[in-house]
Nanobody
Framework: QVDIVESGGGSVQAGGSLTLSCTAS????????IAWFRQRPGNEREGVAH????????YYIDSVKGRATISREDAKRTAHLHMNDVKPEDSGMYYC????????????????WGHGTQVTVSS
């Protein structure tokens, strides 16, 4: 069974930066997909970015492309989502989710979820 520990987030001013981290344990780390979803008030939970650790492929939704980057610390079984030039619309509850195998955007493909971390971007 895969377990997740999330960290990062918090309050940040628009134009600033933030990093969300996700540590996955309990399975062959290299075969995992690590994804970040966010949920804004009144909205559905949407995929923001993900990385398939086997190939290193990363994907980002259009609204964060050019502002977001995923990095890895494999020895620590941890991936990080770095976001620059954050905007108020980046605010929301961010969740790390993990699945074994390739990545998908749909949240139904993920069975292991973190508890979420709040991101608040003030203008």
């Amino acid at each position: 069974q895969v377990d997740i520990v999330e960290s990062g987030g918090g309050s940040v001013q628009a134009g600033g930066s933030l990093t969300l981290s996700c540590t996955a344990s309990g399975y062959d780390y290299g075969s995992l997909c690590i994804a970040w979803f966010r949920q804004r008030p009144g909205n559905e939970r949407e995929g923001v970015a993900h990385v398939y650790l086997l190939t290193g492929s990363t994907y980002y939704i259009d609204s964060v492309k050019g502002r977001a980057t995923i990095s890895r610390e494999d020895a620590k079984r941890t991936a990080h989502l770095h976001m620059n030039d954050v905007k108020p619309e980046d605010s929301g509850m961010y969740y790390c989710a993990v699945r074994i195998g390739t990545c998908f955007w749909g949240r139904d493909y993920y069975s292991v979820w973190g508890h979420g971390t709040q991101v608040t971007v003030s203008s």
